[in-house]
């Protein structure tokens, strides 16, 4: 992360970051090599999202996202992000929008990126969860 673009982000794009277990956790597709590069540490390829481990981490990179353009938002209660659909439905094109989930017997919760997931999610069979995830 060692400077920022000289292309800032036009389109002011809006970057949830999730306060999830002992992490800050957000999900982003960069066209920017260069600005995807800069957060490379951060990025858990199996999960397909970025991992802060912790406030020092978060604030560095939240600066990054800022001085690139980004409006930054943390999410420390994601109850209204948080969706639930029955483990036999098809979930593939939820799970691509979620930052992160856990499976039950009977269902899949899912934490969404953003309110327009949620709203996506809830079009492809999902309903509101009205619990937080607890992951750690």
Known sequence: MSGQTSDVNAK????????IGGLWC?????????????LSDYY??????F???NVGERNKVMKYL??????TALIEDTSDYTVKIDRFKKYAPILRNSIDFTESE???VFIMKDLASVEEAIGQGAEKSPEALKTD
């Open 26 to 38: 957000f999900k982003y597709f960069f066209d920017d090599r260069d600005l995807f590069m800069g």
């Open 66 to 71: 800022e001085g690139n353009g980004f409006e």
């Open 44 to 49: 858990n390829r199996d999960k397909y999202r």
């Open 51 to 53: 991992e802060l481990k």
């Open 12 to 19: 002011g794009d809006k970057i949830n970051i999730f306060k």
């Open 106 to 108: 009977k269902e899949r």
